[in-house]
């Protein structure tokens, strides 16, 4: 585990108004307490976002265009894709051990970016992106519903599973002894559900099948740095982008 | 770039009988020229897959259980997660030039797996992966015709975009000069695209708006050993996976 250094350089170019797939960045730099500029909490901030997504910029000798925020530029190093990013910053950061840990912790990020990110966005946007929700509605309640009833408990179960082979060897995050940048993914995964599906998801955390995925949930959000960022401004209400609450899709059952 | 090594001692862990999410990895190991075992090809290579994805298999402390395969053992460390695979094994096979353009090509990869391959199948599974194809058709042909229409192509001019700018500097793969794993996960997902939508996809072929990506796809199959490989019978037919033809979902308007 390297220490993290005073790094000021790291800027986060990200949709403001939404924590949406930036989240997963900031939460990284806040358990580390590093300093950075986030294009959320910028004048021009959204202009920034724009320029780097321009259908007109080329590639040049430092690397291909990105395709989508979240970006991250650190000195002339300009990246993208949520668990690439993450696992550039992750040895920065201190938050994934040396050697091969780095394969496993990746490995759990894309998972749970797979099933409680990407999945919970197809929810509500069964057939297009590019269409409105409402010309999608009845696609996205059945999607929703066959997610709540399978997809949701599989991935759950899944973490549930991992985090208590962890705690039988006497360990309370989700990769071996140390702390690491996948315990920050599934918790704002898990955020994100609770916040689009508060029923499906409250009925789930009473059944008492994942309770190591919730103890993990609470253990991550009272870490100081996080909680300390939750109350701040610097976290942005959820909004219309991955983990959205429609009740209406809310089922329950 | 380092020397693709002698180690015969790759084993990957998917499921027989097609080519699915295995392929991305395949071509790797077999670009490389390196020695593999595949599940695919070995007797009782189904219950090798079932056994590392069993439900009651815990982590122990070399690392949590996979979640799905593609899988791959090499030693003690057993891995999953296509992208993560490949960053494992792009150094060891020489596929990937050192410093940070591992995180140029992780990027690439990331997003060529979202949208020519992930999008692909929500094409004909949009609202549950567990139900029928014919359970959902209606919804398959609305999803389908608007991945044809502005999905696919959105990520075949980032594509082309990424390519000709590396042509204007005279390079001619994906990134730098160098060929990377970033090429071969294209190249496949460009053949599963072709497979699936051939009317659609033929369509935009002949249009001559993506003919870098078109030319790139016919240099990668050319490759003295992607060649050799996709004429063996080491090579399986596209079957019920991600790249699935119905002739329905092909709207070539």
């Given amino acids: 585990m390297q220490t993290p250094t005073e790094d000021n350089n790291y800027h986060l170019i990200y949709w403001p108004g939404t924590p949406g797939r930036g989240e997963f960045i900031r939460l990284a730099l806040e358990e580390a307490g590093a300093r950075y500029r986030d294009t959320a909490h910028e004048e021009g901030g959204l202009q920034v976002v724009r320029s780097h997504v321009d259908k007109t910029i080329m590639g040049d000798w430092s690397g291909p265009p990105p395709y989508a925020p979240p970006i991250l530029k650190h000195g002339d190093l300009v990246i993208s894709q949520t668990a690439n990013i993450l696992l550039y910053l992750g040895p920065r950061l201190g938050l994934v051990p040396t050697g091969d840990a780095v394969y ?131 976290r942005q209400m959820y909004s219309m982008d991955i983990w959205r609450h429609y009740p209406e899709l809310d089922n329950a059952e």
Avoid at 146 to 152: F, K
Avoid at 156 to 172: G, I, T
Avoid at 209 to 232: D, G, T
């Fill in 104 to 234: 496993h912790v990746n490995a759990l990020t894309l998972t749970a970016l797979d099933g409680l990110s990407d999945e919970v966005h197809e929810c509500h946007h069964p057939i297009a992106m590019e269409l409105y929700y409402e010309d999608q509605l009845e696609e996205s309640k059945r999607r929703s519903k066959c997610y709540l009833q399978n997809r949701l408990p599989k991935f759950l179960s899944y973490f549930e599973r991992v985090l208590k082979s962890q705690k039988a060897l006497d360990r309370p995050w989700l990769y071996g002894m140390a702390f690491t940048y996948a315990d920050l993914v599934l918790f704002q995964c898990i955020d994100g559900v609770k916040f689009a599906f508060p029923q499906a998801v409250g009925k789930l955390e009473k059944s008492a099948q994942y309770v190591n995925v919730f103890i993990h949930y609470e253990a991550v959000k009272n870490r100081p740095r996080i909680k300390q960022y939750l109350s701040s401004d610097r």
